[in-house]
């Protein structure tokens, strides 16, 4: 379905268009008209001439909303079709503000060398670039968190498709002109430094998770998601071997999310009896007091700050947040502890910007409920019930429908939960195999012991 019909990208425009309206959670968080963007979209929609860029255009669309949990995902015939996803023959991660080459085809190899800087893109800076070219189909507000997509965007394109980079090696600037290319048949060159052994026994793995331990008793759980529903009963077969444990790392870095029930297993295991592993708010509409507040000349062009400030009775609140979808019930929820017992001894929790959704929701109960130390930078800040809608045309989109909110109070919208020690991995220890992140926590424990 490469030509889309007219009619067809006007219903699905219109449908994203709708379900946003009615269900996305933080219209009170952004500032922008969604029926005047509705009618920008509508002709660069129709002037779409394939399915990539009707879908690149979806994307912008839904980006407007500047939340990480809502977002259009490309047909699988497109995202497989190396004529609109070819590659850059240089494999490109974000380090801080930096931009750096870690992988590069064998044809570039002694022209790119590894570990390069990406200084300018078409004679524009790189952040500019990436802001004027990659954010406004990607963006979320948390600018670090967008940094894995960002490189994405940059990366891929249409194959044949140029652009010219300035690189930066060693105080020296380069230019090289790349052309993007089939990626299932570039050959990559990389010398990434291998690990240096960790001496740790391996108590249980699998496909998102590893449990292991140190020869002075430091166990280091590695949560990669929570996508796996049979991830904590493995665990938990492991739990006797755990206990004997003197301290715990549970390493949550780009831990993408899956479902919360599973972290939530996690964190009980730190936890002594039931605990509250969430708070939330879910929007209330009642269409009524929509039909009311339209004669309501007084709240029309009040801002929510000066509303708040004259009005406090029920009818007015309900008017005027339910007209404007921003009308709140508070939901909490609890777990039920079934582990086999509680595992004893000081924690550390490692967390970073690519710790997303379910593996917030962990960092959160193991915020409210331990006293574990946070190690790292800022998760996501991007948690809630996605209303996921596939489409007729082959791809999908989905809706944020639910606030989530840390049970500490801190601010974790498009922010995400703050470290009690901030350390941040830099290209220099990545050249170098280290992992300073994890090495503090080791330090910091073992102080403790």
């Known amino acids: 379905m490469n030509k889309i019909p007219d009619e067809l990208k006007i219903y699905e425009l219109s449908k994203l268009w709708k379900e946003a309206e009615y269900n996305f ?3 009170d968080k952004v500032d922008i008209d969604w029926d005047e963007e509705y009618k920008k979209a509508l002709p660069r929609v129709l002037a779409a001439k394939d399915a990539y860029e009707y879908y690149r255009e979806l994307r912008r669309f839904a980006a407007l909303l500047c939340d990480g949990h809502t977002d259009v995902s490309f047909p699988e015939y497109v995202w497989q079709d190396a004529q609109y996803f070819s ?9 801080g503000k930096d931009i750096a080459v870690i992988c590069v085809s064998e044809e570039y190899k002694d022209i790119i060398p590894l570990y390069s800087i990406v200084k300018r893109i078409d004679g524009k800076d790189a952040a500019e670039y990436v802001k004027e070219n990659c954010y406004p189909y990607i963006w979320h507000a948390n600018e670090a968190a967008c940094g894995n997509n960002a490189m994405i965007e940059l990366m891929y394109g249409r194959a044949g498709s140029c652009a010219s980079f300035t690189f930066e090696k060693d105080g020296r600037e380069f230019d090289v002109t790349l052309t993007r290319e089939d990626a299932a048949k570039i050959k990559w060159y990389a010398e990434t430094p291998a690990a240096a052994e960790t001496g740790r026994k391996l108590l249980v793995s699998g496909d998102s998770f590893k449990c292991e331990i140190t020869e002075d008793g430091i166990a280091v759980l590695k949560f990669f998601s929570f996508a796996d529903n049979s991830m904590p009963d493995a665990v938990y077969k492991h739990f006797d071997e755990l206990a ?21 297993q996690i964190a009980a295991m730190f936890i002594d009896g039931d605990f509250q592993n969430f708070s939330g708010e879910m929007q209330t509409y009642q269409p009524t007091y929509k039909a009311w507040s339209v004669f309501r000349d007084d709240l029309k062009d009040l801002s929510l700050t000066e509303f708040e400030e004259k009005y406090s009775d029920e009818e007015s609140i309900k008017a005027y947040r339910m007209s404007r979808h921003i009308y709140f019930e508070s939901v909490t929820e609890n777990t039920e502890n079934h582990t086999p017992g509680k595992l004893n001894g000081p924690i550390a929790v490692l967390m970073n910007e690519y710790t997303f959704s379910a593996g917030e929701d962990f960092v959160d109960a193991m915020k409210a409920n331990t006293d574990a130390v946070f190690i790292g930078s800022n998760t996501a800040g991007s948690s809630g019930q996605p209303l996921c809608i596939p489409l007729e045309s082959g791809g999908s989109f989905r809706i ?3 606030r989530c909110l840390a049970q500490n109070g801190e601010d974790i919208y498009n922010k995400g939960f703050s470290p009690d020690i901030r350390i941040e991995r830099s290209l220099a220890e990545y050249v170098e195999g280290r992992d300073s992140v994890l090495e503090k926590a080791v330090s910091l424990l073992k102080e403790k012991l």
Request: aromatic letters at 22%.
């Open 244 to 264: 004997e444990a003197k301290a715990y790392i549970i390493d949550v870095r780009g831990n993408t999310g899956g479902n919360s029930f599973n972290g939530h």
């Open 400 to 402: 944020c429908t639910m």
């Open 25 to 27: 959670a933080f219209w």
């Open 87 to 95: 590659a850059f023959p240089v494999y490109l991660f974000r380090f």
